[in-house]
């Protein structure tokens, strides 16, 4: 097999359980890939500002779909953003208000957004994932391009929470989980794999030539998409029936495992 894309999740899949991955080992594998004529794409629900900061000397010179689908940043450079309407915006945010146990996040093309009434606590927590952060005393005053919505929910709520959202809003937003207490609302059909293969049609690369690594329920249309996709040990069953192969565990440093099979 010729491989010419390699795209990663980044929660649960390239990361470990402490947000970390092996620098050095992945840097070689990066210099390996290059003089392969290997792209090598971040695909996460998480901010692009968030992502780069993982990468060092090399955040400009790889390619991210952010936001689950909804940025999509070549080499420091835009390539395509989502822009969910304004009334829109206003009719997600009424449903979302008569549900007390969701936290929501608006995640925008400047800045993500959470309202000035959350503790320092949470505050701390979301910034951990959206690195451009900003407190305001209503969404109705943000002027920004909104890209998708974020969810916090108690885990155990999870799955009939995302069922609900689907039955009230699903035909203006649709709803995808990355697991562990977390609902991204996405505009329907720019998801991972629409961002994929918008840099594959730029790239003149074939889905037998990508290889795609996930393991949450965001990931899944990215892993149908790509010939050679990856379900991580630690991921869903949903996602590993949605791949062809199976990775060692996020903490095994799985990603880079096959990476170096290959390469």
Not at 55 to 84: C, L, P, R, T
Not at 208 to 230: Q, W
């Amino acid at each position: 097999m010729t491989i010419k894309l390699i795209a990663v999740d980044m929660d649960g899949t390239f990361l470990d359980d402490n947000k970390k991955y092996d620098y050095e080992r992945f840097s070689k594998q990066y210099a390996q890939m290059k003089e392969q004529g290997i792209r090598f794409v971040v695909a996460s629900g998480n901010q692009y500002y968030q992502l780069k900061s993982f990468f060092g000397a090399m955040q400009e010179k790889i390619s991210y779909v952010a936001e689950n689908g909804a940025f999509i940043v070549d080499q420091g450079q835009e390539v395509f953003s989502v822009e969910i309407p304004k009334e829109d915006v206003r009719l997600t945010l009424e449903e979302l208000e008569t549900h007390h146990s969701i936290q929501v996040v608006l995640c925008g093309k400047a800045s993500a957004y959470v309202r000035d009434s959350i503790s320092d606590n949470i505050f701390q927590k979301i910034n951990k994932y959206y690195h451009r952060l900003k407190r305001v005393p209503s969404f109705e005053q943000i002027d920004d391009q909104i890209l998708k919505f974020a969810l916090a929910c108690p885990e155990e709520e999870t799955l009939q929470l995302k069922d609900w959202l689907h039955h009230r809003i699903g035909n203006i937003v649709t709803p995808v989980s990355s697991g562990h207490g977390s609902i991204d609302l996405i505009v329907p059909g720019f998801h991972k794999a629409y961002g994929i293969q918008l840099l594959q049609k730029q790239w003149d690369i074939k889905n037998d030539e990508t290889m795609a690594f996930g393991d949450g329920g965001n990931d899944i249309e990215m892993l149908r998409h790509v010939k050679y996709g990856f379900a991580m040990k630690n991921g869903s069953d949903e996602v590993k029936s949605s791949a062809t192969s199976i990775a060692p565990s996020n903490n095994e440093s799985g990603v880079l495992e096959i990476i170096d099979q290959y390469i």
